[in-house]
């Protein structure tokens, strides 16, 4: 238990404790957080809302998630960031069960777990409010229910049951991201099945996971359907069909090696781990791919990466569900590794060169600290100070231990990442970011400019949209003249009598020129002065590269 309890131990210190040390980012942090705060204010937990307007680009799983944990810790960046990093968690926890269970080996188990959760793409997403982790966790659990049902030789009480938990996570996996907790495994679980040449399985296999599935998601899948007629027309054919097909702008049309880049590099710092699982492969390459786990785990990597590659649409993120089978070829090519009983040259060598560099990079945050280059004494400077410090000293301590027996090393590799993320974490500012994290920026414009943004007429730029909502608490923003990803909600609420969320030059210009006219308060970034349609000049101020323009409330007309 002890390995599992380091894990553990991981986890907790890297993930959770730094995850409400940074500012929201925009724009994808506050569209995730304003979506579930609209939902817990309106009650409507069915339909998607975004800024008021239909925002159809996923179902409803991620944002109930998220909404709950608003509930239990209040509407802040930790809550906001706990399901994505309790997705990484659950993702890491099903490899240990998975190797566990199939080779009953609980070191590789949890090294596993552990490179999983090294991966520096994998800790970026999972640090960050967007839904991929937490499909990667549901996706994770298809494909081990599923590779386990399938050792099964005989159809018992375990097979079924194994079925139904794959049939449950593909339930959840769809309510978060839609047909992907179908088509990822799905490709994984057929080229297993083929190279073990047991193919017709994949016939009988998916059925009681469908049903299951099905079963879950029928409820909500009406209800969505009776509150907006359109919702699964759209979600499938613009989310689903135009984004794998469709080479426009909006769909991230990429080539096809793009995602190769993000999966090499979004291995680091965990790969430098496959200094070892390379030749521990390599000298067991007449048995190792024997292994049923891991020929499952080799397809579960490259066939959905191939699909993703396919894809017209590609963002680095979409690759995430490739990573926990790739920690569980690393995991079983490092063990390979130090069965050998060899004098481990290359990776020592890789820790030593790691170890350099990890000292080199802590002795400069260190003097960045101390030095004039973060003005004012402050937490921030002592916080990059400590960060300084773990990093000299964890690069520092794998330098020295080479004398150590390479357990020892192994551990100092883990405990030293361990203590700089969690110190990293807390070392972003608004300041280092500038218009990126713009909510202290919204908060000292209002107090700098004097303006009420809970009464005031908000209008901004798309990218600015989701922020001004969060920080103000006021879903009823508008957007001058671009639309946007709100294109769709722009047309729906035109349709239906609404007030949409896009107002155009004439509004402005009659909203500005009204006798009545109230506070208008103009938000963009960039610290240049804009035209405006009207021969009026506003108050304005700059905070961290956004910039705020006020007309002020038309005088009253004396009542004489």
């Known amino acids: 238990m002890k390995y599992y309890a380091l894990v553990a131990l991981f986890f907790v210190v890297a993930y959770l404790i730094p995850l409400g040390g940074r500012p929201l980012v925009s724009p994808d942090e506050f569209r995730y957080a304003e979506i579930p705060r609209e939902m817990i204010d309106s009650g409507n937990y069915v339909l998607p809302h975004l800024m008021n307007m239909r925002y159809f680009e996923k179902p409803v799983m991620g944002y109930w998630l998220t909404a709950g944990s608003f509930k239990v810790f209040g509407q802040n960046a930790f809550a906001l960031r706990l399901p994505s990093a309790l997705g990484a968690g659950l993702a890491a926890l099903l490899i240990a069960l998975l190797i566990r269970q199939t080779l009953r080996d609980d070191k590789t188990a949890a090294l596993g777990a552990l490179l999983f959760l090294t991966c520096g793409l994998v800790y970026g997403i999972g640090t960050f409010a967007v839904l991929d982790s937490q499909l990667t966790g549901f996706v994770t659990g298809v494909s081990c229910a599923a590779f386990l049902a399938a050792m099964e030789p005989k159809f018992t009480r375990r097979k079924v049951a194994l079925l139904v938990i794959c049939g449950v996570f593909a339930a959840l ?60 027309r759209y979600f499938v054919v613009v989310e689903h069909l135009q984004r794998f097909f469709s080479d426009s702008g909006e769909q991230h049309p990429e080539p096809f090696w793009f995602l190769i880049p993000y999966l090499v590099g979004g291995a680091f710092p965990a790969a430098f781990l496959l200094s070892a699982a390379i030749p521990g492969i390599r000298a067991e390459r007449k048995t190792f791919f024997r292994q049923p786990l891991y020929r499952f785990a080799l397809c579960a990597v490259v066939l959905p990466f191939v699909f993703f590659s396919i894809s017209s649409g590609k963002l680095a993120t979409y690759i995430l569900p490739c990573f926990p089978f790739l920690a569980v070829l690393g995991a079983g090519g490092v063990a390979a590794y130090f069965r050998t009983g060899g004098p481990y040259r290359a990776f020592h060598l890789v820790m030593s060169i790691w170890g350099a560099l990890l000292a080199i990079a802590g002795i400069g945050v260190l003097v ?123 047309d729906r609420a035109i349709e239906a009598g609404e007030t949409p969320i896009r107002m155009d030059r004439d509004e402005l210009v009659d ?34 590269d956004v910039r705020a323009f006020v007309f002020p409330p038309a005088p009253a007309e004396n009542e004489n």
Not at 187 to 200: I, P, Q, S, T, Y
Not at 201 to 212: A, G
Request: proline share 6%; glycine share 8%.
């Open 173 to 232: 996996a769809f309510m978060t991201k839609g047909f992907l907790a179908f088509v990822v495994p799905g490709l994984a679980m057929f080229g297993f099945l083929v190279w073990e040449r047991r193919w017709k399985e994949f016939l009988i296999l998916p059925w009681i996971p469908l049903v299951t599935a099905l079963i879950l998601i029928a409820p909500w899948a009406i209800a969505v359907h009776r509150a907006d007629g359109d919702y699964w």
């Open 368 to 490: 960045i600290a101390i030095g004039n280059l973060i003005p004012q004494f402050s937490s921030v400077r002592i916080i990059v100070g400590l960060l300084g410090i773990c990093g000299a000293a964890s690069g520092g301590l794998l330098l020295f231990s080479r004398k150590y027996m390479w357990r020892t090393r192994f551990y100092l590799f883990f405990a030293g990442l361990g203590l700089i993320l969690m110190v990293g974490g807390w070392t972003v500012t608004p300041e280092l970011l500038d218009s990126k994290t713009p909510e202290s920026a919204l908060k000292a414009l209002a107090g700098e400019l004097n303006y009420d943004p809970a009464t005031a007429v908000l209008l901004t730029h798309p990218s600015m949209i989701h922020a001004i909502g969060w920080v103000y608490h006021r879903p009823d923003a508008r957007l001058y003249s671009s639309e946007g990803e709100f294109w769709y909600g722009v």
């Open 511 to 544: 909203l500005l020129m009204r006798s009545n006219r109230p506070e208008v308060v103009i938000i963009y970034r960039g610290e240049r002065d804009r035209q405006f349609p009207v021969d009026m000049k506003p108050r304005s101020a700059v905070v961290n």
